[in-house]
């Protein structure tokens, strides 16, 4: 059995949370700048473990219990299905084309 509807209305949440604060995430990618090759994919990176780490946590307190083989594979179709708007997202705020 995958995510339930909360709980994929949760993973959701986080994901249009992420997009509409995006400085959130993406102020810290822009102090490694320098120093990174391809900064988009750097940001995306982050922008992963920040929406990952904010539904895992909730995940944990609501069900005081890890995902499931079945919902972690639910958690990353979510996260595949919506990589092009984060990705759109990062390069907005980070102005590149």
Known sequence: MGL???EEKNLNDAIVYALDYPNVVLSEAKSFAS??????DFAYGLYLGYISGVFFDGFLA???RYLYSEELTDFHSILVKRSPE?????KANLSLK
Do not use: A, C, Y
């Open 4 to 6: 339930d509807v909360i």
């Open 35 to 40: 120093e990174i090759t391809v900064l988009e």
């Open 62 to 64: 609501r069900n005081k």
């Open 86 to 90: 984060i990705r759109l997202k990062i």
